[in-house]
């Protein structure tokens, strides 16, 4: 049994973690850190869990931890984890972050895009990327993993298997996303409130989101080649949910065909990424509430060019799924185990 802990635990993305934690079968969910509720049992902040997660919420203290708890989640806002994870790491306990503290591997890339100072230098070269169905190999033998952003993981599950094969071209690549509202996180504003949300849809963060970075870092890995996205955001008016639309320039002629029995191929031992029958693509609410990344994909004869629809839910597969996920790949288990989710519908 591996004793864990959740840091950052009033945050939506903290209590996706605790709701699936708690049926995990190899895993004992040991404390909750939060500084703002310190005290207070998480029922009270969440009331859905009473009777279920008898858990007080405590300050984060790395003593009690360090002969508690064999890894630490952390689901805390930018700037959090880079002063929290050293301490884990020296007393032996595994990380997994959340937030987007280690994805970035140049401090003064985050430092623009994030408005924050960057993470040392030291776990910036120790942190794995935490894409799993893509760099499997790397998270089984880390201890400090990054988990990726929402936007990123749907983002990036759906171009990397064209871009490694360099049959885009990644200049060309233009990203048209929609996000439900909890990926804003719980705290108040006022673009958030029902009046303004409801019955609504608008863009915003224009050039600025602080997933183009991290987007545009992982296409430059794979592909070799320097590039810049085009990367628009949108605020959708749901809870839960997250589309990603990509339209990417072929090098060469391919067929809708071919392109959907190739990443058939490449995902067909991976059992979270499901790709669509020509003809199909996929809704947000085919993934609700589960761990599943869907991908559609059409080819233009026409265009050259090729569309990519993945939908992911964005607090299961962009957050604390794919945590999970991780987990289960450092500790050689099943990487199903806890996440066998079937999605909810309608």
């Known amino acids: 049994m591996v004793n864990v802990a959740v840091v950052g635990g009033t945050g939506y ?19 909750i850190i939060s500084h703002s509720q310190s005290g207070t049992e998480i029922k009270e902040v969440y009331p859905h869990l009473t009777n279920i997660i008898n858990v007080q919420m405590n300050e984060w203290n790395i003593q009690g931890l360090s002969s508690d708890v064999d890894v630490v989640f952390f689901a805390t806002p930018p700037g959090v984890s880079q002063k929290l994870v050293p301490e884990c790491r020296k007393n032996n306990i595994a990380c997994i972050d959340l937030s987007g503290d280690f994805r970035l591997t140049s401090q003064e890339v985050y430092e623009t895009w994030y408005g924050t100072s960057a993470a040392s230098e030291d776990y910036l070269q120790e942190a794995t990327y935490g894409l799993t169905e893509l ?4 998270i089984m033998n ?23 094969k360099g049959w885009v071209n990644v200049e060309s690549i233009i990203i048209d996303g929609k996000s439900g509202v909890s990926g804003a996180g719980r705290k108040v504003g006022l673009g958030t409130l029902y009046s303004e949300i409801n019955e609504n849809l608008k863009a915003y963060k224009l050039g600025e989101h602080q997933h183009i970075p991290e987007i545009e870092q992982f296409i430059q890995k794979e592909s070799g080649q320097e590039t810049q996205v ?4 949108h605020l959708i008016p749901m809870t839960r949910g997250l589309m990603c639309t990509i ?6 002629e391919k067929t809708t065909e071919e392109l959907i029995n190739f990443y058939t191929d490449v995902y067909s031992q991976h059992p979270f990424v499901r790709v669509r029958q020509e003809g199909i693509y996929p809704a947000t609410k085919e993934v609700s509430g589960s761990n599943y990344c869907d991908i559609g994909i059409h080819a233009d004869a026409r265009t050259g060019k ?6 992911i ?15 289960n790949v450092m500790n050689g288990w099943d990487v199903t185990l806890g996440l066998k989710e079937i999605p909810m519908y309608p």
């Open 142 to 164: 880390s201890k400090l993993i990054s988990n990726p952003g929402c936007y990123p993981t749907a983002t990036l599950l759906a171009l990397l298997p064209i871009v490694k």
């Open 306 to 311: 090729v569309t990519i629809v993945s939908v």
């Open 247 to 252: 339209y990417v320039d072929l090098n060469e």
């Open 230 to 233: 085009t990367f628009t955001t």
């Open 313 to 327: 839910d964005n607090l299961v597969k962009g957050a604390a799924g794919q945590a999970i996920q991780n987990l």
């Open 13 to 31: 993305g903290a209590v996706e973690l605790i709701r699936l934690l708690n049926k995990h079968p190899h895993v004992h969910l040991k404390s």
């Open 135 to 138: 760099y499997e190999q790397e």
